[in-house]
């Protein structure tokens, strides 16, 4: 069973903005009960990810699952279709009935603009530095 890159549904705000999950309650933020939906395309980055050995009854081991990050900080628990990401990578999420899968996406050079990976000229020692008196 392929899910489809169907995204996210989300709720947005219509006092603050903020879109969030679940989508049948108040805003977390600002409280309002006055929202609509949202679909978030489902890009996101991995901020964690395990890999259960003794998985629970119903899944198979190994079961790998990633807390994802979406843009405007909306985190969701994915199950990983594929290898285990690692912090930091991209996925694409799609809902998937109740769960949510995370699919590694490939990285192209436009998404590399976070600057990590370049070394940092910033707080190098240096020589000729001497304390203020
Ligand atoms: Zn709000």
Redesign the pocket.
């Known amino acids: 069973m392929t899910p489809e890159p169907n995204g996210v549904e989300l709720s947005v705000?219509?006092?603050?903005?903020?879109r969030?999950l679940p989508t049948d309650g108040?805003?977390?933020?600002?409280?309002?009960d006055q929202?609509s939906p949202y679909h978030d395309p489902g890009l996101g980055t991995v901020l964690s990810s395990t890999e259960l050995v003794h998985p629970a009854a119903g899944w198979e081991s190994p079961h790998r699952l990633a807390l994802v990050e979406l843009p405007q900080s909306v985190r969701l628990l994915a199950v990983v279709d594929g290898s285990l990401p690692s912090a930091g990578s991209l996925v694409a999420v799609s809902r998937d009935g109740e769960l949510y899968r995370a699919r590694p996406e490939p990285v192209s050079p436009k998404r590399s603009e976070r600057g990590e990976g370049e070394s940092p000229r910033v707080g190098r020692p240096d020589a000729s530095f001497e304390p203020p008196r």
């Open positions: 705000c219509s006092s603050c903005q903020t969030y108040p805003c977390p933020r600002c409280g309002s929202f």
